[in-house]
T-cell receptor, first 112, second 113 residues
């Protein structure tokens, strides 16, 4: 049962344009969502998170939007840079449970 | 930010031997650590939750006798792959929870010949 879904395995974007990575979840108990960035042969690094009481969280070039009614969240990167090329994992968990459920990841390619 | 280290970063071993991977939280105490495994082009699969001072909690389908986890202190958890087989070859990643965020180690690439 895939509770966190990233339906796009890859995304190609031109440098300077906006990258939008999407994520859907099925478990309504999730109340905290995270995005991680991962380079090959490295562990994931935390990027940005959002609590279910918010619908938007912004940190520099990165903004995460949460639509609870649609059980959907997205990560916007603007402007995209070649160094942003990596695999992005969407993750979710619920209060009282430290277990984090990850999506399958989306590989972002930013072309110069 | 918080730092989690893993050692070794890469290991090659013969089939039938055991391999120990260490995970350390360097600047914070972690009562709970997690061990993940990543298959090629797949997501991170949670293997087990490591609890300091008590037994680890394994996810369904993960053999606890094969993947031994010890969380001896608030900064160290170890994963031992016992009697390794080629199918155990994978990328193993640990993480520790600091405040609200999980921090991940750099991963250990295991190759079993």
């Amino acid at each position: 049962d895939q509770q966190v879904k990233q339906n796009s395995p890859s995304l190609r974007v031109q440098e300077g344009r906006i990258s939008i990575l999407n994520c859907d979840y099925t478990n309504s108990m999730f109340d905290y969502f995270l995005w991680y960035k991962k380079y090959p042969a490295e562990g994931p690094t935390f990027l940005i998170s959002i609590s279910s009481i918010k619908d938007k969280n912004e940190d520099g070039r990165f903004t995460v939007f949460l639509n609870k009614s649609a059980k959907h969240l997205s990560l916007h990167i603007v402007p995209s840079q070649p160094g942003d090329s990596a695999v992005y994992f969407c993750a979710a968990r619920w209060t009282g449970g430290f277990k984090t459920i990850f999506g399958a990841g989306t590989r972002l390619f930013v072309k110069a | 930010g918080a730092v989690v280290s893993q050692h070794p970063s890469r290991v090659i071993c013969k089939s039938g031997t055991s391999v120990k991977i260490e995970c350390r939280s360097l600047d914070f105490q972690a009562t709970t650590m997690f061990w993940y495994r990543q298959f090629p082009k797949k997501s991170l699969m949670l293997m087990a939750t490591s609890n300091e001072g008590s037994k680890a909690t394994y996810e369904q389908g993960v053999e606890k006798d094969k993947f031994l986890i010890n969380h001896a202190s608030l900064t160290l958890s170890t994963l031992t792959v016992t009697s390794a087989h080629p199918e155990d070859s994978s990328f193993y990643i640990c993480s520790a929870t600091g405040e609200e965020t999980q921090y991940f180690g750099p991963g250990t690439r295991l190759l079993v010949l």
